[in-house]
């Protein structure tokens, strides 16, 4: 729905842990945006920009993870719309990760990753307070926007913490949304197809359509948050451009 964009002369091209990443320029611009406001200074957004490219990094590898242990080829690709995890299908023959199971446990393994970072950050941030190296922690409701206080004598070191945990957290639950194309999307499809036929792809489409719908309006109303809107909205329209184009046949 929403494929990798061409290769272009910007691209920052390197291996991870074996796996071959492209970051398309898009990523930093729709990142630096995303960050900034007329009150950010430049240390506070490239700060933000790290954070965001450490937690979408760790968020793809944990789709290449367990991708890779279904013997399949992954590749990572960041760009304008975040990022995204992708192997050759042609050489996936015989791979049980193209199963329901295969496939749910793939979609699964971003979030994952994410939380457990949050996790890792968390209980070492919590071990930090009680040695006295970090003034106070506060762990708030994940639902708000802007919830965590971290409180470390590095101003800076404790942006960068607070932001992660942010974007690990708040990332991985919008993610697990039963909306395309978010992970949470290729679940519901999976799981709908597994009891519906091709049926399913239709009413996980129908699903993704009123949750992105719902969120769009959520996003207006409660958090006043336009770009949050906006990009649901999006979600909404392409669920339902894809649902246009699966009418009119047979299932
Ligand atoms: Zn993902």
């Known amino acids: ?21 492209r970051i398309h320029p898009l990523f930093w611009l729709v990142t630096a945006a995303l960050g900034y406001a007329p009150n950010v200074g430049a240390a506070e957004l490239l700060t933000w920009m790290v954070a965001v490219l450490l937690s979408i990094l760790v ?15 992954p590749w990572i690709t960041l760009y304008g719309m975040g990022g995204l995890t992708s192997y050759d299908p042609s050489r996936s023959s015989g791979s049980k990760g193209t199963d329901t199971l295969g496939q749910i446990l793939i979609s699964l393994a971003g979030p994952a990753a994410g939380f ?16 006295g190296y970090a003034g106070y922690l506060l762990f708030a409701s994940p639902f708000r926007l802007r919830p965590y206080v971290i409180g470390l004598a590095n101003l800076r070191l404790g942006q960068f913490l607070n932001d992660l945990f942010f974007i690990c957290t708040l990332w991985g639950l919008v993610n697990l949304l039963p ?31 009123v949750v992105a719908g719902l969120m769009a309006v959520y996003g207006i109303v409660k ?3 336009w770009f949050l809107a906006l990009l649901f909205g999006y979600f909404a329209y392409s669920s339902y451009a894809t649902l246009q184009a699966y009418a009119g046949r047979d299932f």
């Open 116 to 131: 457990l970072l949050a996790a890792v950050l968390a209980a070492g941030l919590l071990l930090a307070e009680r040695g």
């Open 179 to 209: 909306i395309y194309p978010l992970d949470g999307g290729h679940i519901s499809r999976e799981i709908l197809l597994r009891f519906f036929g091709r049926r399913g792809i239709r009413l996980s489409l129908m699903l993704s359509i």
């Open 59 to 73: 968020h793809e590898l944990g789709h290449a993870g367990v991708m890779r242990a279904y013997g399949l080829q």
């Open 1 to 21: 729905m929403i494929g990798e964009p061409p290769r272009s002369q910007g691209d920052l091209n390197f291996t991870l842990l074996g796996i071959p990443v």
């Open 223 to 225: 958090w006043h948050d």
